[in-house]
T-cell receptor, first 114, second 114 residues
Framework: DGGITQSPKYLFRKEGQNVTLSCEQN?????MYWYRQDPGQGLRLIYY???????QKGDIAEGYSVSREKKESFPLTVTSAQKNPTAFYLC?????????????FGEGSWLTVV | AQKVTQAQTEISVVEKEDVTLDCVYE???????LFWYKQPPSGELVFLIR??????QNEISGRYSWNFQKSTSSFNFTITASQVVDSAVYFC???????????FGSGTKLNVKP
């Protein structure tokens, strides 16, 4: 089945450590996104990528990094510079191209700093 | 500026009641797209509907209906005869002609009690 797969579902990180969240899609979508969701709040855009080997900062990119070496993969690294990383992270994708495309989401990853 | 406001943070209803979730948006684009997503406790955002700015017809899908009014910049969502399975957080979102950037409201948590 086509979809977006995020792993791991739950991740615990010690302070000062970098962690990488995986996001893979087999929808042949060009554009991919990472959002952060804090309890009781909406989604905030971290990074997005419209095409392979290219990505742009979203609204809250500080303390995060991404890569887009393959069309189907868009991993997110939460670095030690991110001061408050405990949150729910959602990966998403759209077909790209013209505006108006629907955005589809993975199941999300819970990151907790211990 | 692009903005989506969901003023209702949380709503509680008893099963079989009708409930309307409000969504008000701001945009300078003449062409734009509006979406509703459902986020059950599992976390994944599930796409419900997409509507473009040129189509003001209301839409009904089973127990769900959407009322789009450009004059008041609103895109409200009504669930008729609510069920416990409707309990979730619902997000309204907007995308414009600026390639595939999505703006999400803060979400409305719906509690349907038996």
């Amino acid at each position: 089945d086509g979809g977006i797969t995020q792993s791991p579902k739950y991740l615990f990180r010690k302070e000062g450590q970098n962690v990488t969240l995986s996001c893979e899609q087999n929808l042949n979508h060009d554009a991919m996104y990472w959002y952060r969701q804090d309890p009781g709040q909406g989604l905030r855009l971290i990074y997005y990528s419209q095409i392979v080997n290219d990505f742009q900062k979203g609204d809250i990119a500080e303390g995060y990094s991404v890569s887009r070496e393959k069309k189907e993969s868009f991993p997110l690294t939460v670095t030690s510079a991110q001061k408050n990383p405990t949150a729910f992270y959602l990966c998403a994708s759209t077909p790209g191209g013209s505006s108006g495309n629907t955005i589809y989401f993975g199941e999300g990853s819970w990151l907790t700093v211990v | 500026a692009q903005k989506v406001t969901q003023a209702q943070t949380e709503i509680s209803v008893v099963e079989k009641e009708d409930v309307t979730l409000d969504c008000v948006y701001e945009t300078r684009d003449t062409t734009y797209y509006l979406f509703w997503y459902k986020q059950p406790p599992s976390g994944e955002l599930v796409f419900l509907i997409r509507r473009n700015s040129f189509d003001e017809q209301n839409e009904i899908s089973g127990r769900y209906s959407w009322n789009f009014q450009k004059s008041t910049s609103s895109f409200n969502f009504t669930i008729t005869a609510s069920q416990v399975v409707d309990s979730a957080v619902y997000f309204c979102a907007l995308s414009g002609v600026n390639f595939n950037k999505f703006y999400f409201g803060s979400g409305t948590k719906l509690n349907v009690k038996p």
